[in-house]
């Protein structure tokens, strides 16, 4: 038996390299959980390069949630309807990648929401923005 073969749908990963597990843990007053990631990979990775990759992803996860959280409230958010949450989720975090595009206006992204939501002309700036044009191959 190969590697691999006893992934569901292994199959499907012919480029797979690496497959790491992560075990975190968090204490909340006296209690402790603990929570197992599995990640994926198609680059080979040892051990200390994974362990930076995984440290680097939720560095950006935990940053994007402070974003969301200081900026927009999410966390005091309650749509419960439906789809809602993650309709609204979705919107968040468009707004959020527009605004940390915007690089005229100065502040962060609370700032500028602010900015944009009390001035037409700033809003416009936020929604306007064109990408970088398509590279030719």
């Not at 590697?3 to 292994?10: D, F, H, I, P």
């Amino acid at each position: 038996m190969g590697q691999t073969e006893y992934l569901v749908g292994a199959e499907n990963w012919e480029k797979l390299t690496t497959i790491g597990c992560v075990e975190s843990q968090r204490q909340i007053g006296d209690k402790i959980t603990s929570e197992m990631r599995y990640y994926l990979l198609s680059l080979p990775l040892d051990a200390k390069r994974f362990a930076e990759a995984v440290r680097g992803h939720w560095g950006i996860e935990n940053q994007l949630h402070w974003i969301l959280d200081v900026g927009f409230r999410e966390d005091d958010a309650r749509a419960t309807q439906g789809y809602s949450a993650e309709n609204l989720a979705v919107i968040r975090h468009l707004a959020v990648n527009l605004l940390t595009q915007e690089r005229t206006a100065k502040g962060g992204t609370h700032a500028k929401r602010l900015k944009a939501g009390w001035n037409d002309h700033d809003l416009t700036k936020v929604l306007s923005q064109t990408s970088a044009p398509a590279r030719k191959l």
